[in-house]
Structures are given as C-alpha cells and as structure tokens.
C-alpha cells in the first residue's frame, strides 16, 4: 500500500520568507510525528500528533515553528521567517503502535 | 530521561566480513529499542526492534541485535557484510511516555569495502 508522502521534495528560499512543508501519512495512522535532521545528525523530534490535537509540540524550537493537522490526514509544518540554522531535511512520521513509518522527508535549504 | 549513544561515527568493513555497531542506552524503565537504516537518498527504514521478548531479535537483510540489560547495550551485527549494506545506521529509543516519540543517535555511517 502506499506509505506516507511528503511534499515537496526540496525547497529553496530565502531566509525571512515563510514555507509550508506538507505530509500525507499512512491511511487509517492515528499518530503523526514530525522530526528535524540537520546535516550529519540524527533526528530531533519536533511534534506529535493525534488525530488532530497535538498533545506534545515540546520539540518545536522557537514560535517560528508551527504544525496543523485535518483530523487524522494531512499536516503541514509552518516556519515563518525562516533562518539559516533552519536548513535541514523535515521527515514526518505515522503510526498506529510503536513503529513509526517515515516518508522520504523535504529538504529545505535557506539561503 | 531516555537517550542512546552510538560509540562510533564511522566504520569501515570489507564484503564478507561480520558488522559491528554498538549502541549504549539509558533508561529509567525498560525501553523500546529500534534499529533503524537510512540509504543515501532514500528514507529510513526499521531494521528490527526489541520491545521486552526476546533479548535476540532478527531484523531484515540478515541483520540482528541483542539486547543486554547489565551492559545497557544493544549492539547491531551482522555475519557478513554486502555492499548494498553501506548506509547510514540509527540507533533509537523510545521515550516511553504518551507520545511514542523516538529519540535518535547521531548515525554510524558503514562502508562497506570490495
């Protein structure tokens, strides 16, 4: 079946601009996480989804950062005014136990 | 709280000779742990996990970790090393709480020598 997807692939912009990182998750996955992976790194966590309440945002690094999710379907991760300390791949996750399937992940580059 | 250390950043193996990535964990309960893969370019993918059964778990592509409490280990090996092996490597555990949310190492990165 299909896996989740995220959208876009890459992403270039300017650093003050603002973008919008998007994630299809698994059909039916009642959690969704979104994680941070700068350059040589692991992964950070960012925010936890479910359904559409997101009960844990302690990863989210500054207010420039937010997430929204439609009920148990898409989520976008916002970052306003983006910097350059923000350039990294955003990977989104979902899952319905303890194992968490990963989408291909947006690699955002500010430059 | 839960974290995991990968002791080694780089290794460096030959076709047909065992793997060896060592992970050490700290846990104030007894964790999930997860092995996870990431070839260049493509995404990650769960190579095993150990969640309290088995101390010896296999995972796919001939690859297996084992659990061991008195060391807080939970090293990856693997009898023999192909090429389509060289990835990188995350070890992973679980933070336990409502979340789920997983906590990652910072990657062995494996090549594998012809």
């Known amino acids: 079946g299909a896996g989740v997807s995220q959208s876009p692939s890459n992403k270039v912009t300017e650093k003050g601009k603002d973008v919008e990182l998007r994630c299809d998750p698994i059909s039916g996955h009642t959690a969704l996480y979104w994680y941070r992976q700068r350059l040589g790194q692991g992964l950070e966590f960012l925010i936890y989804?479910?359904?559409?309440?997101?009960?844990?945002k302690s990863g989210l690094p500054s207010d420039r950062f937010s997430a929204e999710r439609t009920g148990e379907s898409v989520s976008t991760l916002t970052i306003q005014r983006t910097q350059q300390e923000d350039s990294a791949v955003y990977l989104c996750?979902?899952?319905?136990?303890?194992?968490?399937?990963f989408g291909p992940g947006t690699r955002l580059t500010v430059t | 709280a839960q974290s995991v250390t990968q002791l080694d950043s780089h290794v460096s193996v030959s076709e047909g000779t065992p793997v060896l990535l060592r992970c050490n964990y700290s846990?104030?309960?007894?964790?999930?742990l997860f092995w996870y893969v990431q070839h260049p370019n493509k995404g990650l993918q769960l190579l095993l996990k150990?969640?309290?059964?088995?101390?010896l778990v296999k995972g796919i592509n001939g690859f297996e970790a084992e659990f061991k409490k008195s060391e807080t280990s939970f090293h990856l090996t693997k009898p023999s090393a192909h090429m389509s092996d060289a990835a990188e490597y995350f070890c992973v555990v679980s933070d336990g709480g409502a979340t789920n949310k997983l906590i990652f190492g910072t990657g062995t990165l494996l090549a594998v020598q012809p």
């Open positions: 150990y969640t309290s059964a088995a101390t």
């Open positions: 846990s104030s309960y007894s964790p999930s």
């Open positions: 996750a979902s899952s319905t136990s303890y194992e968490q399937y």
């Open positions: 989804f479910q359904g559409n309440s997101a009960p844990d």
